[in-house]
């Protein structure tokens, strides 16, 4: 008992290694210096506040300095080199407890460089297409650090693609004629990338500095006001009683807690720690517990209203407000969830599994009544998103203020109750304050990053090599809108193994979201712009739990003390219901409500979407109420073809499409015949004492 306790707390600490990882870097100075990169963090989520409510800066200027605060946490917290160097003179490349003096040196030339647009902002204007000496130097100096940067943050990856792009660029010209390319001069190369917003300094990078900022900060602090842990005491108070409790209240807190939090990892760190050991102990074999989890943590980027950096980022490229985004992606983000509730239903019926006892669960009303606050600031987001519909960064802005407030008084007011000290509790409130305002700054650094390296990818794409990557996915699908969107798929989940969502988003989608839409217009049907972005948004999100690289799958893993492969390989067939969803409305709108604004429409769509998403996972996994035959597989996949493609049957029978509604009545009934023709066996299984 001893041994697998201490097996399962070498399994937390793995993962929280992870974890402190992705936020925290590698390197932990002592002494004095172990507060020089907090404090750069405190400074750079104060000037992100103030930007957001009373600091005016022009917009390139804030994307010069978001940049440099990033590379000066980048260079101060990871070392240039990962494995340890044992040669003499060199060991200074994997220091992890002091601060080399050339990365020192780094930071400075990196942080000059990425301000150097801004210094010199009047001056570059007025000479477009005209660069001199320097200003090519320093643009290149800029790309070199920050190629740098991301292979430290994010690893090898997305440095590779873009300097794959950036060859491709000088080297078009000699390429075969089918991948030609005219080629560019390093003076309008450097000008694009470098030195306009349409390279480094453009959409991703701004959005990173104006909404992500503020929506990760505002995830961070309310995880350090004990936020987290309230969701997930509440998911297990509400759920924890029932078949596979711990398992559903996995797939609540991880929904919850995705809500608010970008990182699939985080979020499998701070839920699955709790509930990847429940989930065993109610009989949930390891790799499994660990899937349900790394499953319902990857998702919680697709919920809206928050829905991750990516989101965001989609609401600039398609130019539509962000509530629009969280409209499209509501019903499939949702439907996905709900089918994942039914996945564990169906897992712990397979295995016989019951809830936990209710002496072992938080009590539901206390859990509530204790941290009901913390449902304040994310109501005030809301309602500041839909009623006033104010901007998100505004919105966001006002929710930190609101969460501010809550995490000064709460402690004084519990200790006021209890008879504590208050002044302690006060200092302490303080401290949360100042913890949430540097974990959210640091957790900011991979998306910034991310977003100012993948400028470098879209701003090659923008110089003339768009339409020429339409031609050759044209080429590569033969003009067939399902094979080049399973071809867009599967580099997405490739793409998205060495990188971040964001970055794996903002790649695909300038490489292949025009080509969707215009390859389909050319089949004669439309694709509306936000489903092709949101198409390459979901696949991007996929890749994190998809072996033999998926971060999440191997946190999880780690904590569950399972095989990451089998785990991501377990993890990947339980989002089988996730992938499917992004072929549907790419082909019926219905999915993305393009064009609906009727509530009653909305929910009906929603409801028979769940319908038919569950008869999927039924026929994936081998059982309904029953375990599968043949049959039975062939009739649920049907029902999930009625319910997700209505328009289509409609079209086959000779249905008008305005009467396509009508054939859910056929595809629930189909479901019913399922049901009729499985009752017999499951109570006979029953009766036998079988799952």
């Given amino acids: 008992?001893?041994?697998?306790?201490?097996?399962?707390?070498?399994?937390?600490?793995?993962?929280?290694?992870?974890?402190?990882?992705?936020?925290?870097?590698?390197?932990?100075p002592q002494g004095l210096l172990l507060w020089v990169v907090p404090a750069i963090a405190l400074c750079w989520s104060i000037l992100q506040l103030s930007l957001a409510s009373w600091l005016l800066v022009d917009s390139t200027y804030i994307r010069a300095i978001h940049l440099a605060f990033a590379f000066a946490i980048v260079f101060l917290s990871y070392p240039t080199l990962r494995r340890k160097i044992a040669t003499p003179g060199l060991r200074w490349l994997s220091e992890t407890h002091a601060i080399p003096v050339m990365d020192w040196v780094v930071a400075a030339v990196s942080v000059g460089a990425a301000l150097y647009i801004a210094i010199f902002y009047e001056e570059l204007a007025t000479?477009?297409?005209?660069?001199?000496?320097?200003?090519?130097?320093?643009?290149?100096?800029?790309?070199?650090?920050?190629?740098?940067?991301?292979?430290?943050?994010?690893?090898?990856?997305?440095?590779?693609?873009?300097?794959?792009?950036?060859?491709?660029?000088?080297?078009?010209?000699?390429?075969?004629?089918?991948?030609?390319?005219?080629?560019?001069?390093?003076?309008?190369?450097?000008?694009?990338?470098?030195?306009?917003?349409?390279?480094?300094?453009?959409?991703?990078?701004?959005?990173?500095?104006?909404?992500?900022?503020?929506?990760?900060?505002?995830g961070s602090?309310?995880?350090?006001?004990?936020?987290?842990?309230?969701?997930?005491?509440?998911?297990?108070?509400?759920?924890?009683?029932?078949?596979?409790?711990?398992?559903?209240?996995?797939?609540?807190?991880?929904?919850?807690?995705?809500?608010?939090?970008?990182?699939?990892?985080?979020?499998?760190?701070?839920?699955?720690?709790?509930?990847?050991?429940?989930?065993?102990?109610?009989?949930?074999?390891?790799?499994?517990?660990?899937?349900?989890?790394?499953?319902?943590?990857?998702?919680?980027?697709?919920?809206?209203?928050?829905?991750g950096a990516a989101a965001f980022i989609i609401?600039?490229?398609?130019?539509?407000?962000?509530?629009?985004?969280?409209?499209?992606?509501?019903?499939?983000?949702?439907?996905?969830?709900?089918?994942?509730?039914?996945?564990?239903?169906?897992?712990?019926?397979?295995?016989?599994?019951?809830?936990?006892?209710?002496?072992?669960?938080?009590?539901?009303?206390?859990?509530?009544?204790?941290?009901?606050?913390?449902?304040?600031?994310?109501?005030?987001?809301?309602?500041?998103?839909?009623?006033?519909?104010?901007?998100?960064?505004?919105?966001?802005?006002?929710?930190?203020?609101?969460?501010?407030?809550?995490?000064?008084?709460?402690?004084?007011?519990?200790?006021m109750q209890t008879g504590q000290p208050v002044g302690d509790a006060f200092m302490r409130g303080l401290k949360d304050i100042l913890a949430g305002l540097i974990s959210g700054a640091r957790n900011m650094v991979s998306v910034a990053i991310a977003t100012a390296a993948a400028g470098i990818i879209v701003g090659v794409v923008t110089m003339g090599l768009g339409g020429l990557i339409t031609e050759i996915i044209d080429i590569l699908s033969g003009g067939n809108i399902m094979l080049m969107l399973g071809i867009t798929a599967i580099a997405s989940l490739l793409i998205g193994m060495g990188l971040p969502t964001t970055a794996t988003y903002i790649v695909m989608a300038s490489l292949t979201a025009p080509a969707i839409v215009a390859i389909a217009d050319m089949q004669g049907f439309f694709v509306p712009l936000i489903a092709a972005h949101l198409f390459c948004f979901y696949f991007g999100i996929l890749a994190d739990d998809t072996p033999p690289v998926g971060l999440a799958a191997y946190a999880a893993a780690a904590i569950a003390k399972s095989d990451p492969i089998k785990t991501g390989i377990q993890g990947f067939m339980y989002d089988i219901r996730t992938a499917i969803l992004p072929f549907v409305f790419i082909l019926n709108h219905d999915l993305?409500?393009?064009?609906?604004?009727?509530?009653?429409?909305?929910?009906?769509?929603?409801?028979?979407?769940?319908?038919?998403?569950?008869?999927?996972?039924?026929?994936?996994?081998?059982?309904?109420?029953?375990?599968?035959?043949?049959?039975?597989?062939?009739?649920?996949?049907?029902?999930?073809?009625?319910?997700?493609?209505?328009?289509?049957?409609?079209?086959?029978?000779?249905?008008?499409?305005?009467?396509?509604?009508?054939?859910?009545?056929?595809?629930?009934?189909?479901?019913?015949?399922?049901?009729?023709?499985?009752?017999?066996?499951?109570?006979?299984?029953?009766?036998?004492g079988g799952g």
């Fill in 592 to 688: 993305i409500l393009h064009g609906i604004d009727s509530w009653l429409q909305a929910i009906l769509i929603f409801l028979m979407t769940c319908v038919g998403t569950f008869a999927f996972a039924s026929a994936t996994q081998g059982w309904f109420i029953a375990r599968n035959k043949w049959h039975d597989i062939v009739l649920l996949l049907g029902v999930t073809t009625i319910m997700l493609r209505p328009d289509m049957i409609a079209r086959w029978i000779g249905l008008a499409h305005d009467q396509r509604y009508w054939l859910y009545l056929a595809g629930i009934a189909l479901w019913g015949v399922v049901y009729l023709i499985q009752r017999p066996r499951a109570l006979r299984d029953a009766a036998l």
């Fill in 1 to 28: 008992m001893s041994e697998e306790l201490s097996q399962d707390s070498q399994g937390l600490d793995a993962a929280r290694k992870m974890k402190e990882e992705e936020e925290l870097g590698l390197r932990r």
């Fill in 221 to 307: 602090m309310l995880d350090k006001a004990g936020g987290g842990k309230f969701f997930i005491d509440l998911a297990m108070s509400m759920l924890g009683k029932y078949k596979g409790g711990p398992a559903k209240a996995a797939v609540m807190a991880s929904g919850l807690t995705g809500l608010v939090s970008g990182s699939s990892i985080a979020n499998v760190v701070t839920t699955g720690t709790f509930t990847i050991p429940l989930m065993k102990k109610v009989g949930y074999p390891a790799r499994k517990a660990a899937a349900i989890e790394v499953a319902a943590s990857t998702d919680g980027q697709i919920m809206p209203p928050i829905m």
């Fill in 315 to 415: 609401a600039e490229y398609v130019n539509v407000p962000y509530l629009d985004v969280c409209k499209a992606a509501a019903i499939p983000a949702f439907a996905s969830y709900a089918t994942l509730f039914y996945l564990t239903h169906i897992e712990a019926s397979k295995l016989g599994l019951k809830g936990l006892a209710k002496s072992e669960l938080p009590v539901f009303l206390q859990t509530l009544l204790r941290g009901l606050h913390f449902m304040i600031p994310i109501f005030v987001l809301l309602y500041e998103l839909i009623i006033p519909r104010h901007s998100p960064d505004m919105a966001a802005f006002r929710a930190i203020m609101t969460l501010i407030v809550i995490m000064l008084v709460q402690h004084p007011i519990r200790a």
């Fill in 127 to 218: 000479r477009v297409g005209t660069p001199t000496g320097t200003d090519i130097f320093i643009g290149i100096v800029l790309v070199v650090v920050l190629l740098d940067a991301a292979r430290r943050v994010i690893g090898p990856a997305l440095p590779v693609i873009a300097i794959f792009f950036t060859l491709y660029s000088f080297f078009g010209p000699y390429m075969p004629d089918v991948i030609a390319f005219k080629g560019v001069s390093i003076n309008r190369y450097i000008t694009q990338i470098s030195l306009t917003t349409e390279g480094i300094y453009g959409i991703p990078l701004d959005v990173s500095a104006t909404i992500v900022f503020l929506f990760v900060l505002f």
